[in-house]
């Protein structure tokens, strides 16, 4: 009896409203904390993709160096017969210089992007890498220019042996144990450094 008394005397109006103020601040908390995990997760795909991503670009930009490199030409035979071995020389070079900045362009990018998410460290991580570029775009000049590709005809050109020796060893790929290729790959391992710990934990 007493029991159906204290029942009855329950406020059932306001027990209902602090019911459904419970469930709702409940409700909240559950979806704010779960919102929480989906941005954290997302935003550790979004870096493990670019970490990938900086990777991968990176091996694409050492093939295309090492492309440049090739000692092998392919030269059109009707150039050559017509006297234009040099001519056709160029323009190989200028393709495969052409590919390889596309490659450092799209490289840039995301140097860019990680930058903006691990600030200094992760840019100056491909620093090496341009420098390669740049001593084998300097190399290709210089390679020409020791053919008196770019020189004025009564300019004298210095093609002294040691130095076309020395030059030769950017322009021309011998071994992945060449010297060159082994400061590109050191370039490249800057790289895999910073960003390989960033995939491999994943």
């Not at 059932?12 to 909240?28: E, R």
């Not at 150039?79 to 490659?103: N, S």
């Not at 290709?140 to 042996?161: Q, S």
Request: hydrophobic residues 40%; contains cysteine.
């Amino acid at each position: 009896m007493s029991l159906c008394l204290a029942i009855s005397e329950i406020d059932w109006s306001i027990t209902k409203d602090m019911i459904s103020i419970i469930g709702t601040i409940g409700a909240l908390v559950i979806g704010s904390t779960g919102l929480f995990t989906w941005r954290r997760q997302l935003k550790g795909t979004s870096e493990y993709e670019l970490a990938k991503k900086a990777i991968l670009s990176t091996y694409e930009l050492q093939q295309a160096i090492q492309s440049v490199r090739n000692p092998i030409l392919y030269l059109s035979k009707d150039e050559v017969e017509a006297g234009c071995r040099i001519k056709e020389e160029l323009r190989i070079y200028d393709d495969r210089m052409d590919h390889l900045y596309k490659k450092w362009i799209e490289l840039q990018a995301i140097r860019l992007e990680a930058k903006v998410i691990w600030s200094d460290e992760a840019h100056n991580s491909f620093n090496e890498i341009q420098k390669r570029i740049g001593e084998v775009k300097a190399a290709i000049w210089l390679h020409f220019w020791m053919k008196g590709v770019y020189a004025n005809p009564e300019a004298t050109v210095d093609n002294d042996p040691e130095r076309l020796k020395e030059n030769n060893k950017i322009v021309y790929f011998t071994s992945d144990e060449d010297e060159f290729s082994q400061k590109i790959s050191s370039s490249v391992n800057n790289v895999e450094r910073f960003f390989g710990s960033r995939v491999r934990s994943k």
